[in-house]
């Protein structure tokens, strides 16, 4: 068989046991959407206030859907792990396949994953008020971003994932940056609405800089710089995790 | 503690002490630290970081008016972390087991009960030093404070017993905890938590102000910053003590059911 065979072989494994799991699925689709219909109507108008008129929904989808993707790495971290102390990584070792298969499978699964999900997410915001105005292209491009802003995190997640001693301790290493990147972005209040000093900080996260690519690319605004900027995030992630899930991996 | 003895005042509280030793050390330290440190400092400066300025903007004093909220918010914590321990107590045949040791029933919820006060106090503890450093300050003199605390404490324990009690009826820990933060997110969110009542859309303001959540919050806030206290404090603790005589009815009768 061929690597790229195996690989769909073993993300279709991984999709399936996401799908036969409804704790997993509420987990990853339920909590983003009560999430996004909370914040509606808890800030709504305040921040409606605030941007003269901007409709919040027009931001606060895409952050909800950024937010599920890195969220969902936190069950990547954890499904991966459970996978190398269960066992079943071992016996996929033994067989005649790919080594490297496993992860890419584990990868490939969980980035179709994040784009279902991000695809549910905004058929629900629709209902919200939240609608593509670019056309085809445009919405291709906002779940390519979802996939490049995913990829990020679910690298993280298993190279967290093999470097942790407990289950705990991965979702632990995960939940932290998560909730932190959330925090600091422009995804639920404009940048310049956070202290002066940061404001740069709120400017340079992966979650603002795809954050502002997705609004671009749904409600309109610019969107070349921030896919740029975004890539950047890609391409640096790449760079530095790969090798590094690579070599745990081996 | 004499031992092959039930019943006694001595033995409920010094199994149930016991107990709630057992409980604590339940939880790895990392996972204490993480959960009931890093994460209420990072809730702190992030909601204050995002709504600072817009609420500054209506004459709101963000500082003074978010720690209260945050406060609940970790007391719900507290009681959904009750229910996740009672529940994988019963999957795993730990209540069972304390029914065929001679030890005190009471002393289970004693225990449980103990556990949840030390977590709690340290939650509001790791709050209100994060909420200095910002710029929050009890206002309203020592007493005030201190009824504060024990409101806090105590709004824990009431919600704890409700989560309690669904925590014995079930034997899936990771369901009751999952199942909980959908039932609580709202309750806390659709609340005077993190906006004040007027802030929401007309429609549900009348929730928002009725709730209990706020009834709460609005004594915490009372408490912490001086003004008339005696009003929202006599509202908040009516609410937590007709919800604990539901709650604790109910968490007894699941508590005698869970074998």
Same mark, same amino acid.
């Given at each position: 068989?061929?690597?790229?065979?195996?690989?769909?072989?073993?993300?279709?494994?991984?999709?399936?046991?996401?799908?036969?799991?409804?704790?997993?699925?509420?987990?990853?689709?339920?909590?983003?959407?009560?999430l996004?219909?909370?914040?509606?109507?808890?800030?709504?108008?305040?921040?409606?206030a605030?941007?003269?008129?901007?409709?919040?929904?027009?931001?606060?989808?895409?952050?909800?859907?950024?937010?599920?993707?890195?969220?969902?790495?936190?069950?990547?971290?954890?499904?991966?792990?459970?996978?190398?102390?269960?066992?079943?990584?071992?016996?996929?070792?033994?067989?005649?396949?790919?080594?490297?298969?496993?992860?890419?499978?584990?990868?490939?699964?969980?980035?179709?994953?994040?784009?279902?999900?991000?695809?549910?997410?905004?058929?629900?915001?629709?209902?919200?008020?939240?609608?593509?105005?670019?056309?085809?292209?445009?919405?291709?491009?906002?779940?390519?971003?979802?996939?490049?802003?995913?990829?990020?995190?679910?690298?993280?997640?298993?190279v967290?994932?093999?470097?942790?001693?407990?289950?705990?301790?991965?979702?632990?290493?995960?939940?932290?940056?998560?909730?932190?990147?959330?925090?600091?972005?422009?995804?639920?209040?404009?940048?310049e609405?956070?202290?002066?000093?940061?404001?740069?900080?709120?400017?340079?996260?992966?979650?603002?800089?795809?954050?502002?690519?997705?609004?671009?690319?749904?409600?309109?605004?610019?969107?070349?710089?921030p896919?740029?900027?975004?890539?950047?995030?890609?391409?640096?992630?790449t760079?530095?995790?790969?090798?590094?899930?690579?070599?745990?991996?081996? | 503690?004499?031992?092959?003895?039930?019943?006694?005042?001595?033995?409920?509280?010094?199994?149930?002490?016991?107990?709630?030793?057992?409980?604590?050390?339940?939880?790895?330290?990392?996972?204490?630290?993480?959960?009931?440190?890093?994460?209420?400092?990072?809730?702190?400066?992030?909601?204050?970081?995002?709504?600072?300025?817009? +609420?500054?903007?209506?004459?709101?004093?963000?500082?003074?008016?978010?720690?209260?909220?945050?406060?609940?918010?970790?007391?719900?914590?507290?009681?959904?972390?009750?229910?996740?321990?009672?529940?994988?107590?019963?999957?795993?045949?730990?209540?069972?087991?304390?029914?065929?040791?001679?030890?005190?029933?009471?002393?289970?919820?004693?225990?449980?009960?103990?556990?949840?006060?030390?977590?709690?106090?340290?939650?509001?503890?790791?709050?209100?030093?994060?909420?200095?450093?910002?710029?929050?300050r009890?206002?309203?003199?020592?007493?005030?404070?201190?009824?504060?605390?024990?409101?806090?404490?105590?709004?824990?324990?009431?919600?704890?017993?409700g989560?309690?009690?669904?925590? +014995?009826?079930?034997?899936?820990?990771?369901?009751?905890?999952?199942?909980?933060?959908?039932?609580?997110?709202?309750?806390?969110?659709?609340?005077?938590a993190?906006?004040?009542?007027?802030?929401?859309?007309?429609?549900?303001?009348?929730?928002?102000?009725?709730?209990?959540?706020?009834?709460?919050?609005?004594?915490?806030?009372?408490?912490?910053?001086?003004?008339p206290?005696?009003?929202?404090?006599?509202?908040?603790?009516?609410?937590?003590?007709?919800?604990?005589?539901?709650?604790?009815?109910?968490?007894?009768?699941?508590?005698?059911?869970?074998?």
């Amino acid at each position: 068989m061929s690597t790229i065979t195996e690989t769909g072989l073993l993300a279709g494994r991984n999709l399936r046991r996401f799908a036969k799991s409804p704790q997993l699925v509420a987990d990853a689709v339920m909590f983003p959407l009560i999430l996004l219909f909370l914040m509606l109507l808890v800030f709504g108008e305040l921040v409606g206030a605030a941007t003269h008129g901007g409709r919040y929904i027009d931001r606060l989808a895409p952050v909800i859907v950024l937010f599920s993707a890195a969220y969902g790495a936190v069950g990547t971290g954890v499904g991966f792990f459970t996978d190398l102390r269960s066992g079943i990584v071992d016996r996929f070792r033994s067989m005649n396949i790919s080594r490297l298969s496993v992860l890419a499978g584990r990868i490939v699964g969980d980035l179709v994953r994040a784009v279902l999900v991000a695809a549910v997410t905004t058929a629900v915001a629709h209902l919200a008020g939240f609608r593509f105005t670019g056309g085809p292209l445009a919405v291709l491009g906002f779940f390519a971003v979802v996939a490049l802003f995913a990829w990020i995190f679910l690298w993280l997640a298993v190279v967290v994932a093999m470097a942790a001693s407990s289950e705990q301790a991965v979702s632990g290493a995960l939940n932290t940056p998560v909730t932190l990147l959330l925090f600091l972005s422009s995804g639920f209040v404009p940048v310049e609405q956070f202290p002066g000093w940061l404001q740069p900080v709120v400017r340079a996260n992966p979650l603002s800089l795809a954050g502002d690519a997705l609004v671009g690319l749904s409600g309109g605004g610019p969107v070349l710089l921030p896919v740029l900027f975004t890539g950047a995030w890609a391409v640096a992630a790449t760079v530095i995790l790969v090798p590094l899930a690579v070599r745990l991996y081996k | 503690m004499t031992t092959g003895t039930e019943a006694g005042l001595g033995n409920l509280f010094g199994q149930g002490l016991l107990l709630a030793g057992r409980n604590i050390r339940l939880n790895s330290t990392a996972d204490t630290i993480s959960t009931m440190v890093v994460f209420p400092v990072i809730f702190v400066f992030g909601f204050l970081a995002l709504f600072g300025n817009l +609420l500054e903007a209506r004459g709101i004093v963000y500082a003074q008016f978010l720690p209260p909220a945050i406060v609940v918010q970790w007391m719900f914590s507290v009681a959904i972390t009750a229910a996740f321990c009672f529940a994988s107590d019963r999957r795993n045949g730990m209540l069972a087991r304390y029914r065929s040791l001679a030890i005190s029933r009471g002393a289970v919820v004693v225990g449980r009960m103990a556990a949840d006060s030390v977590r709690a106090l340290l939650a509001i503890a790791v709050i209100i030093a994060t909420g200095y450093v910002a710029g929050f300050r009890f206002q309203a003199g020592l007493p005030a404070a201190l009824g504060f605390v024990a409101l806090s404490v105590g709004f824990a324990l009431t919600v704890s017993a409700g989560t309690s009690a669904l925590g +014995l009826v079930s034997r899936d820990p990771e369901a009751v905890s999952a199942t909980l933060h959908v039932v609580y997110l709202p309750l806390l969110m659709i609340s005077s938590a993190f906006v004040p009542a007027d802030a929401f859309p007309g429609w549900i303001e009348p929730f928002v102000r009725h709730q209990p959540v706020t009834a709460v919050l609005d004594a915490l806030r009372a408490l912490a910053g001086g003004g008339p206290t005696a009003g929202p404090v006599l509202t908040a603790v009516a609410w937590l003590a007709g919800l604990l005589a539901v709650f604790s009815a109910a968490a007894v009768q699941a508590f005698r059911r869970a074998t």
